[in-house]
């Protein structure tokens, strides 16, 4: 009896801990980038969204990456208003996870 | 005889092309100093030692003139522009808003009343205090205690647009007014007295430094350093030995600049 109990627990667990594995990656592709203050700026913009880490930015590429962890939710109208707000408008904005992938292209 | 005049016209229009464009006192180019992984964006010449702003690393370093690195410190949230004022070395800290200040190798954090969105430059001079508010398109200028608001977002006379670096001598303020392409210089009451550079084809003014005789400012975009006498006169430009400059410094007869791309420091000298 104790054995089913304990396998069961391990299921729980391992049920709850996939359940907050749903960081996300975003790339936000931007002209303009080549300024670092530009550059930089736009980082601090977008480490005002909850939940963001590892922000890097390819200035030659213009290509912007993060990830957004735990289970925090995050919409593209969101993303572009930081990008607008840093100056910038963003070209295109890619929200993927795990299980699916979500594209959008901004015109 | 005409054509020859002619020939000579042309000859001496494509060497002067070909040269740094000279029309006062000449700098010549001296060395390069190469940064291990580093892209620098403030600088202080300090003596025997640069003080240079590593924002991709979040640190602020000190090197030697051969660009060895004497000291780190580091978990400085990009730092940008630079001053150094009574041998204490203030870093404006682009992604908090604060200011810190590093003195005989002590941090210590500045936060100001008037909060800056964006701090990216910082000039200290007596008791005055001048910071570039980048995102806010103005000068937060703090004198005795008391605060006053140079500037406001714009592209006419006396606007800023998008503001990176200040420079105090004289009871002026000089401000690199990145994003408007030129330098505008203010009182300690906000009147805009000049602009400087406008018709100079500036694609992004990024740095500026202010010794007695001349303003120095670069070109980010342009890869280019113009130099001006303190009545707004274009005198010389640096086009050679220099990628993406961000900041100079003149100490000693020397200039020094930053180089963002280069990962290196141009030195010249007059």
Not at chain 2, 5 to 32: A, M, R, S, Y
Not at chain 2, 84 to 112: A, H, M
Not at chain 2, 121 to 144: E, P, W
């Amino acid at each position: 009896m104790k054995r089913i109990k304990y396998i069961l627990l391990l299921f729980i667990l391992l049920g709850v801990s996939s359940s907050f594995a749903q960081d996300k990656e975003v790339k936000i592709r931007v002209d303009g980038l080549s300024c670092p203050f530009c550059a930089y700026g736009l980082e601090k913009k977008l480490n005002d969204i909850e939940g963001v880490e590892n922000i890097h930015i390819d200035f030659e590429k213009g290509l912007v990456t993060l990830n957004i962890v735990g289970s925090q939710k995050i919409s593209e109208d969101e993303i572009k208003s930081k990008v607008e707000e840093a100056g910038f408008t963003p070209k295109k904005i890619e929200i993927s996870d795990f299980k699916k992938t979500s594209t959008k292209t901004i015109k | 005889m005409k054509r020859i005049t002619f020939l000579l016209f042309i000859g001496l229009l494509f060497f002067t092309g070909c040269k740094n464009k000279t029309i006062g006192v000449e700098w010549k180019f001296v060395k390069q100093i190469k940064l291990d992984n580093i892209s620098p964006i403030g600088l202080q010449a300090d003596g025997k030692y640069l003080w240079i702003s590593d924002a991709k690393n979040n640190r602020v370093i000190k090197t030697d003139l051969d660009g060895s690195i004497v000291k780190k410190y580091p978990d400085i949230k990009r730092p940008m522009h630079l001053s150094l004022y009574n041998s204490k070395i203030f870093v404006p800290e682009y992604l908090t808003d604060n200011i810190i200040t590093i003195t005989e190798g002590k941090i210590e954090t500045l936060q100001l009343n008037e909060k800056p969105n964006a701090p990216s430059g910082i000039s200290v001079n007596d008791s005055v205090m001048a910071v570039a508010d980048f995102y806010n398109h103005r000068i937060i200028l703090i004198k005795k205690g008391n605060i006053k608001i140079i500037g406001k977002e714009g592209h006419k006379k006396g606007e800023l647009y998008y503001p990176t670096d200040v420079a105090l001598v004289n009871d002026k303020i000089y401000v690199a007014d990145a994003y408007n392409n030129r330098v505008q210089v203010f009182d300690y009451n906000g009147n805009a007295l000049k602009v400087i550079g406008d018709k100079d084809k500036i694609n992004v003014a990024t740095g500026i430094e202010v010794t007695d005789n001349n303003i120095f400012i670069t070109d980010f975009e342009g890869n280019r350093i113009l130099i001006y006498d303190l009545n707004s006169k274009l005198i010389y430009i640096i086009n050679k030995h220099l990628n993406k400059p961000t900041d100079i410094s003149v100490s000693e007869n020397k200039m020094y600049v930053s180089n963002y791309a280069g990962s290196s420091i141009s030195v010249f000298e007059q």
